[in-house]
């Protein structure tokens, strides 16, 4: 019950401006204002969130501020698989997935699925500055194999291949690299991702980090 008020203190983005089926990408801070870890948020219920995460260990963190908070809330690992689809056409892999509908999903929004009686979240996000959209599976210890099948049966008529990262693409999308192009001694002003709202301290609600985020600013 308490997910929104725990999650809103977690980041540095005002969650009150995230709707129900929204995607944010936000800035998880430490007390120093430092960047903790920069994910995907997925926001999908009143009560239930999603971090889709760079590589750091932020479970951990989260269930020691859960422990000292107070809070009455459940935090997890979720048995959860991404995968993105990336590119001018992933809109047709997307198609010949899930149906012209998945072509009304907003940016940095998401919208349920079911695929071959698998059960997905389909986001249109992504780390390419590309046309683009992620496939999250649930019960991805069940199921994540047959959906990585899927999308490479579905991809094959349009080229698709299969590759890490795609770190050209992001770069000159001004995409940044946690680990790689900030860490726990950088804080979002330093690297040029300080915007309003980014790093809202206008809030109603405090984060963790706002007071050094201030100075910081001023």
């Known amino acids: 019950p308490d997910a929104f008020t725990f999650t809103n203190m977690l980041v540095a983005r005002d969650l009150a401006k995230c709707k129900v089926g929204q995607c944010k990408y936000v800035f998880v801070t430490a007390p120093d204002g430092g960047i903790i870890n920069d994910p995907v948020l997925l926001r999908l219920a009143e009560d239930?969130?999603?971090?889709?995460?760079?590589?750091?260990?932020?479970?951990?963190?989260?269930?020691?501020?859960?422990y000292g908070s107070g809070l009455d809330v459940t935090i997890r690992e979720a048995d959860v698989g991404p995968v993105q689809i990336?590119?001018?056409r992933s809109r047709d892999v997307m198609v010949d997935l899930?149906?012209?509908?998945?072509l009304e999903?907003?940016?940095?929004?998401?919208?349920?699925?079911?695929?071959?009686?698998?059960?997905?979240?389909?986001s249109r996000t992504g780390y390419t500055s590309e046309l683009g959209y992620e496939i999250y599976v649930l019960e991805a210890n069940r199921h994540g194999e047959q959906l990585w099948?899927?999308?490479l049966e579905a991809g094959r008529p349009h080229d698709l291949a299969v590759i890490g990262p795609c770190h050209i693409r992001r770069i000159?999308?001004?995409?940044?690299a946690y680990g790689a192009d900030m860490w726990l001694d950088t804080n979002p002003y330093e690297v040029g991702m300080g915007y309003d709202w980014m790093v809202d301290l206008e809030q109603a609600d405090d984060f963790i980090g706002q007071d050094a985020l201030a100075e910081i600013r001023a």
């Open 48 to 66: 239930h969130f999603w971090l889709s995460l760079a590589d750091a260990d932020v479970l951990l963190w989260a269930l020691g501020v859960a």
């Open 86 to 88: 990336q590119g001018p």
């Open 98 to 102: 899930f149906g012209e509908d998945v």
């Open 105 to 122: 999903v907003p940016y940095y929004f998401l919208r349920r699925y079911e695929l071959a009686g698998m059960q997905v979240l389909v």
């Open 149 to 151: 099948d899927a999308v």
């Open 172 to 176: 000159e999308g001004g995409m940044l």
